[in-house]
C-alpha cells in the first residue's frame, strides 16, 4: 500500500495546498468559537465534510434537535449522493469500501475523474489512495489551524477564497484532459442559470438534478463529440 500512496502522493499536491490554507481556516475558526483544538481534528475525522463543517460550528454553540441537525445535513451534502452514485462499482471492489466512501469528497472526486491509475496498479487501490491521502490533509491541517487559533489571533477572511482557486484548477485540469468539453459546457451554464433563478442557497440541488438529466439525454451527442475528437487527436 506504501508504494500506491507513492504513487497517488504527486495527484494531490494541488488538494494538500487547498486543504493546507482552507484547514488552516477552519481550525481557526473552530478555535475561535472556543473549542479545542482536538475537536477540530476529532470533527474532520469523522464528519469530513467541510463546507457542513463550517456550518455546524455556531450550531454547536446553540440548542439543536436532532431532527434539525439532520435536515441541515441532509441539505447540504446530499450532492454526495450524485457523485457518489458514479462510484459504486469502484467502491465495490476496494479492499475497504467504507472507507473508500468516506474518503470520497468534492476534490477527491473532482481529482480521480480527471485521471488514470498508473500501470500495474488497480484503479480502486489507487483512488482509495488519493482520498486517504486528501482525507489525511484535510484533518492535520485542520488541526494545526486550530493549535495556532489557541496561540495567536488570525484574521481569517478571504481564506475560504482558496477552495474557488482549487477547483478552478481541477477544472482546468478535467477540461485539458476530457475527450469531450460537452459535459463541461453543461455544467456551467445550468449552474450560472440555476443560481440565478433558485439563488446561492437553493441551485445546489436543482443544478446537480438538471445536469445529470442533460447528461443522459445527451449521451449519444457527447460519445459521438468523443469520438470524432479521439478521430482528430490520431490524425
Known sequence: MFEVLKKAFPYTIP??????????????????????AWSSALMSLIIYAG??????????????SILALIGLTVSISI??????LNMIETANKSKSKILFIH????????????????????EEDFYLAIGFLN?????????????????????TQGLDFVLVALFVVLFVEQWKS????????????????????????SFMIPAMVII????????????????????????
Open 51 to 64: 463546507s457542513l463543517q463550517f456550518v455546524l460550528v455556531p450550531f454547536l454553540l446553540s440548542p439543536i
Open 15 to 36: 488538494v494538500l495546498f487547498g486543504y493546507c490554507f482552507l484547514g488552516l481556516a477552519y481550525g481557526l475558526f473552530v478555535s475561535e468559537a472556543g473549542f479545542p
Open 79 to 84: 450532492r454526495h449522493l450524485f457523485y457518489g
Open 103 to 122: 474518503f470520497l469528497s468534492d476534490e477527491t472526486y473532482a481529482l480521480i475523474s480527471t485521471i488514470k491509475p498508473p500501470k500495474g496498479i488497480k
Open 178 to 201: 476530457a475527450p469531450s468539453h460537452i459535459p463541461a459546457i453543461f455544467g456551467v451554464i445550468i449552474s450560472v442559470a440555476t443560481l440565478i433563478f433558485f439563488g446561492p442557497k
Open 135 to 155: 482525507y489525511f490533509y484535510w484533518a492535520f491541517f485542520a488541526w494545526l489551524g486550530a493549535i495556532f487559533g489557541n496561540i495567536f489571533t488570525f484574521n
Open 212 to 235: 445529470i438529466l442533460s447528461l443522459i439525454t445527451s449521451k449519444n451527442l457527447i460519445l459521438k463529440d468523443t469520438k470524432k475528437n479521439e478521430r482528430q487527436k490520431n490524425d
